[in-house]
C-alpha cells in the first residue's frame, strides 16, 4: 500500500543549485532592509523554468536556503566554554552572542548546562552583574577590582574556572571605600541596600 503522506521529491540540476545560491547572497546582502516580493519573484520565477519543477516545489526549495536552522549545529569547545564564562564577568548577553557568533539562544542554552546561571547564589556575584545592580558601568567596577579594594575569587564549573565577588569581600569593599565610590549615580543608600539584600556576606541573608 502506498503511503500518501508521502513528500514527492524533485530533482534540482547544477544551474538551479547556482540559481539558489545567488539568491541566497542576494538576501545575505539586504538582511537590513528585507528580500522584496519583487526579488523572491524574480527567482522564484527562474527556478521555475530552469528546474521544470512545480512552483510550490520551487518555493520551499528557495525558502530552505535562507532557512538557519538547516545549518549544522556548531560543537563548543573547552576552551569557547572557559570563554564564555570569562565574558559573563563584564559582557551583556547579545554582546557575548556577537563576539562569539552565536545565537543568544545558545548563549543562554549553553550557560544553563553550565549551571553558570543556576550557581548564581545570593551571597555572590559576577562584576558585570554587581554593575548592574549597582548601576554604574562594568569597567568602574573593573576599576576597584584593578586597584585591589575589590577582591574577587575564583570558583570551578566543571572543569571551567570563574571569576566572582563574594558577598563577604563586597562588604569589606563597602565599609572601606565607601566614601571613594560614591558619585553622582551612586549613592551610599543605594551601595548598603545591594551590599545588604541584594548580596549579603555569608550568613547574613534576608530570612536568616
Not at 530552505?64 to 569557547?80: F, G, L
Not at 566614601?179 to 543608600?189: A, D, G, K, T
Amino acid at each position: 500500500m502506498k503511503n500518501l503522506n508521502k513528500r514527492r521529491s524533485f530533482k534540482w540540476s547544477r544551474q538551479a543549485r547556482e540559481l539558489v545560491k545567488q539568491f541566497e547572497l542576494r538576501s545575505r546582502s539586504i538582511t537590513r532592509k528585507g528580500l522584496t516580493r519583487m526579488d523572491l519573484e524574480y527567482f522564484l520565477t527562474r527556478l521555475v523554468l530552469i528546474s521544470g519543477n512545480p512552483r510550490s516545489a520551487c518555493l520551499r526549495f528557495l525558502r530552505r536556503s535562507r532557512d538557519p536552522v538547516k545549518r549544522r549545529y556548531q560543537q563548543w569547545t573547552e576552551a569557547e566554554k572557559q570563554r564564555l564564562l570569562s565574558l559573563t564577568e563584564r559582557c551583556s548577553l547579545q554582546e557575548i552572542a556577537t563576539t562569539l557568533k552565536r545565537s543568544e539562544a545558545s548563549i543562554r542554552s549553553m550557560l544553563y548546562r553550565l549551571g553558570a546561571e543556576a550557581q548564581m547564589g545570593s551571597h555572590w556575584c559576577t562584576p558585570r552583574v554587581l554593575a548592574q545592580a549597582l548601576g554604574v558601568t562594568v569597567e568602574r567596577v573593573q576599576m576597584w577590582i584593578n586597584r585591589g579594594w575589590l577582591k574577587t575569587s575564583t570558583i570551578r564549573i566543571g572543569n571551567l574556572t570563574r571569576n566572582i565577588i563574594h558577598g563577604n569581600d563586597l562588604a569589606e569593599f563597602c565599609n572601606r571605600y565607601r566614601p571613594q565610590v560614591v558619585c553622582n549615580r551612586l549613592s551610599i543608600r543605594h551601595l548598603d541596600f545591594v551590599q545588604s539584600y541584594v548580596f549579603p556576606p555569608d550568613g547574613n541573608a534576608v530570612g536568616n
